[in-house]
């Protein structure tokens, strides 16, 4: 996505705010707590040797914790800050001794005013947040063993936020302890640039020094991935086998990364949770909204180091104003525009990605999931929930206009017996942009598999529903974890040990299938072969087909 995911969140009534993160207390659900009072055992070792490991920059120590090791906020690039910023990513300096990496690394710059204003927010979405700095090209690491040359396969995960917000531990449930110590996988978690400080496009009035500012956020993933190629194996891990995943904003950067030249080698699976990305930025508009902010700064264009000086915060106000303008001036369709990857034709190709069956992410296979209802804004809305039909068109005309009739009654159609409100929920959840970017891979040689999540918890009297982001504890066996998400407990964890061995699966072979749900066959356009999740799943031929054949084209 590539909207702020945040904002738009607390326009629909599921706003964004957290309770801090801990690495223990994150760590100890329920569940583990029952286990370690049973076993009466210590379940968390530290000390001067314990969980040490080798880098190329020097050696790290971490701890181990219920049995895997842990490295919190380990260094895969320098200080991003004055000189830096906009610059492609550095390698950090290398240091004597053994760094202590035991706590999570700062959050990349962003806007935190009012971040856990929503306590109904707070409680559900649990966002987790630490020091924000530019000094934040970070990553966290958890594997079942040290240097033991075995050949793990290797996640790395890209969080969600749009392109503008999130860090790499914001929910409870992107912890890896879990799907680390299940799978027998080494599970990396990253923090890269974002927003303004890092797609601020300046090429066009920065000249040959800024030829890269537009997509420095992208270009620190790649660094990232560069350090897990370095670095994985002495973590027990397998650089020949790494799959990227993210949700939302962390989907788009996922289809994006694996389009770029760069992530040759680099990237072997890609899984997109929730957000998808097929086209990136024309230059002519981001270069027009560099300019704007130049202006907005009050700079000439013999000025522009001056940007660099800025204080981050001021810095992104200043930036925030110049996409004010661009957006009155040039406004673009639907999640369009804004601070996020760029067209240059270098970094991040041109046109439609996926377009070429013979480059290099044709060899890539991709799993595709998103959620029922992605947009639900019911949770805290028994009215809402109540409301009738002619109640529900008239709201949905916010975002379908006069075409708000035809679409209810297409989805109404589709989805027999469902209450008014969740027909405008499936319809603003809709799976167009999930779809299309199935059929432009399933052009090309490696396979495509889709999910579509309609596991419901029992929370706020059933008014949840399967909203944007309850999938990704499923995929990674955090439903006790992230109990404020499912409820805890043996229903969702049924559903997650299904789901979490499919992905396993796919991060291993490149296909999903391990017995534990029913066969899922590759996604095709034709057909549009679907896995719906849910206590009970089961593969449908686009089950919605009908239904999106009424949403207006963006």
């Known amino acids: 996505m590539k909207n702020n995911r945040r904002d738009f969140l607390q326009k629909i009534g599921l706003g964004t705010a957290g309770l801090a993160a801990v690495p223990f207390a994150a760590s100890a659900s329920p569940l583990h707590q029952a286990t370690a009072e049973a076993d009466d055992e210590q379940y968390l070792k530290i000390g001067d040797d314990i969980a040490v490991a080798d880098t190329g920059f020097g050696k790290i120590r971490g701890y181990q914790l219920n049995g895997v090791y842990t490295f919190l906020g380990v260094p895969y690039g320098a200080d991003t800050s004055g000189k830096n910023r906009f610059m492609p990513p550095q390698k950090p300096e290398k240091w004597e001794g053994i760094k202590d990496t035991i706590w999570w690394g700062n959050t990349a710059p962003q806007i935190m005013d009012r971040r856990y204003a929503n306590v109904h927010a707070s409680f559900a979405d649990h966002w987790n947040y630490d020091d924000v700095s530019e000094d934040c090209l970070k990553l966290n690491v958890w594997t079942n063993a040290i240097a033991d040359w075995k050949k793990r396969p290797v996640m790395v995960w890209l969080h969600g936020g749009g392109f503008t917000n999130g860090n790499g531990i914001e929910q409870d449930g992107y912890h890896g302890e879990n799907f680390a110590k ?236 469902k209450k008014p409100a969740e027909i405008m929920t499936l319809a603003a959840s809709n799976r167009a942009n999930a779809v299309s970017c199935g059929n432009a891979k399933a052009k090309q040689k490696a396979p495509v598999y889709m999910a579509w999540f309609g596991w419901e918890p029992n929370l706020y009297n059933g008014r949840m529903r399967a909203f944007h982001c309850i999938d990704i504890c499923f995929w990674y066996d955090n439903t006790d974890r992230m109990y404020t998400h499912t409820g805890g407990g043996k229903r969702p964890r049924m559903l997650s040990e299904k789901m979490s061995s499919s992905l396993l699966a796919f991060m291993k072979t490149g296909n999903p299938n391990a017995g534990a749900l029913p066969n899922w066959p590759r996604f095709t356009p034709q057909n549009g072969e679907t896995m719906v999740l849910n206590d009970v799943s089961e593969v449908k031929n686009d089950p919605d087909r009908a239904a999106r054949m009424a949403l207006p084209v963006v």
């Not at 897990?228 to 397998?238: E, L, S």
């Open 182 to 417: 299940k799978g027998d996988v080494v599970f990396v978690s990253i923090n890269h640039r974002l927003g303004p400080i890092g797609f601020t496009d300046l090429s066009g009035v920065g000249e040959e020094k800024y030829a890269a500012s537009g997509n420095v956020s992208q270009l620190d993933i790649i660094a990232s991935l560069h350090w897990v190629r370095d670095n994985i194996t002495n973590f027990g891990g397998d650089p020949g086998n790494v799959t990227i995943m993210g949700q939302s904003g962390g989907g788009a950067k996922v289809t994006c990364t694996m389009a770029m030249p760069a992530a040759k080698g680099l990237v072997h699976k890609g899984v997109a949770l929730s957000g998808s990305m097929l086209k990136a930025n024309d230059q002519e508009y981001s270069r027009k909204l560099g300019q704007y902010v130049l202006e907005a700064a009050g700079l000439t264009s013999g000025e522009v180091d001056k940007l660099q000086e800025i204080p981050w915060r001021e810095y992104i106000d200043i930036a925030n104003k110049a996409l004010d303008r661009m957006r009155k001036e040039f406004p673009q369709p639907g999640f369009r525009g804004g601070f996020g990857p760029v067209a240059d034709g270098v970094n991040v190709p041109k046109g439609e990605f996926f377009s070429d069956p013979n480059s290099h992410e044709s060899e890539i296979p991709l799993m595709i999931c998103t959620t029922f209802h992605e947009w639900g804004a019911t949770r805290t809305n028994p009215k809402l929930e109540a409301a009738g039909e002619a109640e529900i068109i008239e709201a949905m005309k916010q975002r379908f206009g006069d075409k708000a009739g035809e679409v209810y009654k297409a989805y109404a159609a589709n989805f027999p017996g």
